[in-house]
């Protein structure tokens, strides 16, 4: 009885050996760099994207010498990417402009490489931030050295993101102490967001926020000087027909001012 359980046993093993073996991907081995490089994009084209970084990273160890190489490892990176395995695939790509800085995909491998610093970043503003700060020094490293790219566009616009997201940390801590109307810390927050954040949606939140303060607290002449600051400095703001409308309500409460003083 033993041995018939063993034998049954044994083979219920080997069978599940070979169900597993046939779920797995196959590395196929090809006699040259090309070909195999072929048996790699074929992988990534399909979205096999695990397939293809092994299919690649073949390329890359059995022929280092390959005048394609730097292909490989462009692919490679964005195999990763497109795995949406953001931190290696930016590892991937600084190699390739680290190792083959005149290779032609150097230019967009130093902007993915900066378009994955903010793809790793949590989407909370409340969470560690820090991979935004890595992804705006590598937009605008990426910027002065390829002046005439044609992503220099695409990178200034995940700069202005990027700068958004850290914006909007500061601006909500500022914004707490302003419905606790806590005003003296309000303000200090709020400058700081002006002074570091002006082109960012934020900037003008808070622009907008300061003007508030100075109206809640009844100092009318600095509120309409604040306000009409506001109008010029973002004229396009979706704030704007509030802020005229605090310009025109301040504009009569100083009128009505000045009218019911005696005249000398």
């Known amino acids: 009885m033993k041995s018939k359980f063993f034998v049954l046993s044994g083979g219920a093993i080997l069978c599940g050996i070979l169900l597993l073996s046939c779920g797995k991907h196959i590395i196929k081995i090809a006699p040259t760099a090309s070909e195999q490089f072929d048996i790699a994009k074929t992988e990534l084209d399909k979205k096999h994207y695990l397939s293809a970084i092994e299919d690649f990273q073949k390329v890359i160890f059995n022929y280092p010498g ?81 002046p005439d790219s044609p992503l220099i566009e695409d990178a200034r616009r995940v700069i202005l993101e990027a700068r958004t997201r850290m914006a909007r940390k500061d601006y909500e801590s500022a914004y707490l102490y302003f419905k606790l109307e806590d005003f003296k810390a309000a303000e200090i927050y709020f400058q700081l967001v002006i002074d570091d954040y002006t082109d960012t949606e934020y900037g003008a939140r808070a622009l907008f926020n300061m003007a508030e303060i100075s109206y809640k607290q009844k100092k009318y002449p600095e509120a309409l000087e604040k306000f009409n600051n506001f109008l010029t400095v973002y004229p396009a703001n979706q704030l704007v027909p509030k802020a005229k409308s605090f310009v025109e309500k301040i504009s009569r409460k100083l009128n009505t001012a000045n009218a019911s003083v005696p005249s000398k």
């Open 66 to 146: 390959s005048n394609i190489i730097d292909t490989a490892q462009y692919f490679l990176a964005m195999s990763y990417y497109e795995n949406e395995d953001y931190e290696l695939a930016g590892v991937e790509f600084s190699r390739l402009s680290s190792n083959y800085p005149r290779s032609e995909y150097n230019d967009d491998a130093q902007y993915m490489a900066g378009v994955c610093y903010f793809k790793n970043t949590p989407a909370h503003y409340g969470l560690d931030q820090e991979d935004l700060k890595k992804a705006i020094t590598a937009m605008e490293d990426f910027i002065v050295e390829n």
